[in-house]
Every structure is written in C-alpha cells, then in structure tokens.
C-alpha cells in the first residue's frame, strides 16, 4: 500500500501538476494539505474519474484536507477534537482497506504560528496539544494508523539548508520542537528517518529568492507511524524533483510504503 502526502497550495492551481504526479506515482492514497477550496468547489469528479474516491475537509481560501484513495475507506471524520469551536479545516481522518489489513489515517494540516510570539503561535501549540491527545487516544487501539501531513515543523537543524535563517521563526522555536517531539516520543516512529540520515533532505522551498535553485529547502512534511504501523513499513520516500516543474506547489509529495 503506498500511500503519499502533498501539500498541494491551492487546488485550483495545482490541478495539472497534481494530475500528472498521480499518473506518475501512482500512490493507492494520497493525503493532500492547503486544497484552499470549500468541499462544493473541489473538483471531485476529476479524481473519481482516475479511479479514486474522494474525502475533503475544505474552507473557503484557506487551509483544507482532503483524502484521495484508490482503495475502500471507512470511519471517515472531519476536524482535530478537542475545541469545538476551531473552524480551521485541518484534519481528516478515515480508515484504508488494504488487502491484507486495514491502515487508520490521519491528514493534517498543522498551523505555521507566524508571527511568534503571538496569537497564531499560541493556537499552533494548543493545537499541537489536541494533537498529542488524539494521539494519545488512538495508541490505545493498538491498531496500524498513521499522522500524515505539514507538520509546519522542521524537527532539527539538520532539517533546513540554512538553520540560522529559521532560529526565530514558529517552524524551528524550542517550543515548537519540544511539543513535536513530545508527541513522537508516545512511542511513533518519523517513517522517512528510519530510511535516509543527516541533512540534504527537505520537502519545501520557498517560491522566494531563487530558493529551489539554491536547495535553500526545510524538511516539514511527515510520516509518523504507530509501533504496529511501523511494522509494517517498507520505504519512504520524498519526490524532489516535482518541484522544478510547471507551475509546482512550494512542497513536494513524501510517501510512505506499507505491507498492507
């Protein structure tokens, strides 16, 4: 079961480079992130045609979640527990019939925090916080699942080009570090660092100051397995070279490959 993540930046824009990375890679799930679409608006009947079903958490402009999936979901939800009154569509969740076993997903969408300190730093924490607890609740099933998405958190310096360049920014604060690693430490494992050490690996760069030509990048995007997932694991990968293309997304797909 392969199943990718991509944080796409606006469906609507990215509609080709996404078709052809799908036709490409052909992942049997993909999670994307930042569709910026309201679900009515998603261009649904696209993927329903290249053989997926689709499940969207969307928000008109900004941020939306959506689940496409060659194989049979079940149990999906929309939106991270914890405060009901959080509009931001940031969290999906469903759970993938694979042919051997079924895999429990989750898509998210974390908050950046910029500018920090201030109020959107304090809601990335609280929603790390939520984050952490939802965790928390679905260990205790014991069953495969994953957390799949922009964490918006480079977890160490060996994760930028330029460390230095992100030493105040919310995507690298010690307390944004300290929380990311709170929730690896219930016992998950960061399915790309069980595959590929030290730097040079990265998942986004800036559309700014010639960032792609220089591999100015930071690592963001993340696999995290429960221990019966990372069971499982076969392969993670990151498809770089999407990002020198047409009209591409400041980030590119990572994936993950499951003996599921």
Request: charged letters at 30%; aromatic letters at 10%.
């Amino acid at each position: 079961m392969k199943i990718a993540s991509f944080n796409i930046n606006g469906i609507k824009a990215r509609i080709g480079a996404l078709t052809d990375w799908l036709r490409e890679a052909q992942p049997d799930v993909a999670l994307l992130q930042e569709i910026k679409s309201i679900d009515e608006n998603f261009p649904r009947e696209h993927f329903e045609d290249m053989g997926y079903t689709v499940e969207t958490h969307g928000q008109k402009s900004f941020n939306g979640v959506a689940i496409l999936s060659k194989l049979p979901l079940e149990d999906v939800t929309r939106g991270l527990p914890g405060d009901d009154e959080d509009q931001q569509a940031r969290w999906i969740e469903a759970t993938v019939m694979g042919d051997k076993r079924p895999v429990h997903l989750c898509g998210l969408y974390l908050p950046n925090g910029n500018p920090a300190p201030g109020p959107k730093y304090d809601y990335k924490l609280k929603w790390m916080e939520r984050l952490k607890s939802r965790a928390e609740t679905l260990l205790e099933t014991e069953e495969p699942f994953l957390m799949a998405g922009d964490y918006n958190i480079i977890p160490q310096d060996e994760d930028a080009k330029r460390p230095e360049a992100w030493a105040k920014d919310a995507l690298a604060l010690p307390d944004s570090r300290a929380a990311f690693r709170r929730i690896v430490n219930l016992g998950f494992t960061e399915a790309f660092r069980t595959r590929h050490h030290g730097p040079g690996h990265y998942t986004f760069w800036d559309y700014q100051a010639g960032a792609w030509n220089r591999d100015d990048g930071i690592r963001i995007d993340h696999f995290l397995l429960s221990p019966q997932c990372a069971d499982l694991l076969l392969d993670c990968q990151i498809d770089k070279d999407i990002r020198g293309r047409e009209k591409p997304s400041d980030h590119v797909p990572i994936w993950v490959e499951l003996d599921a």
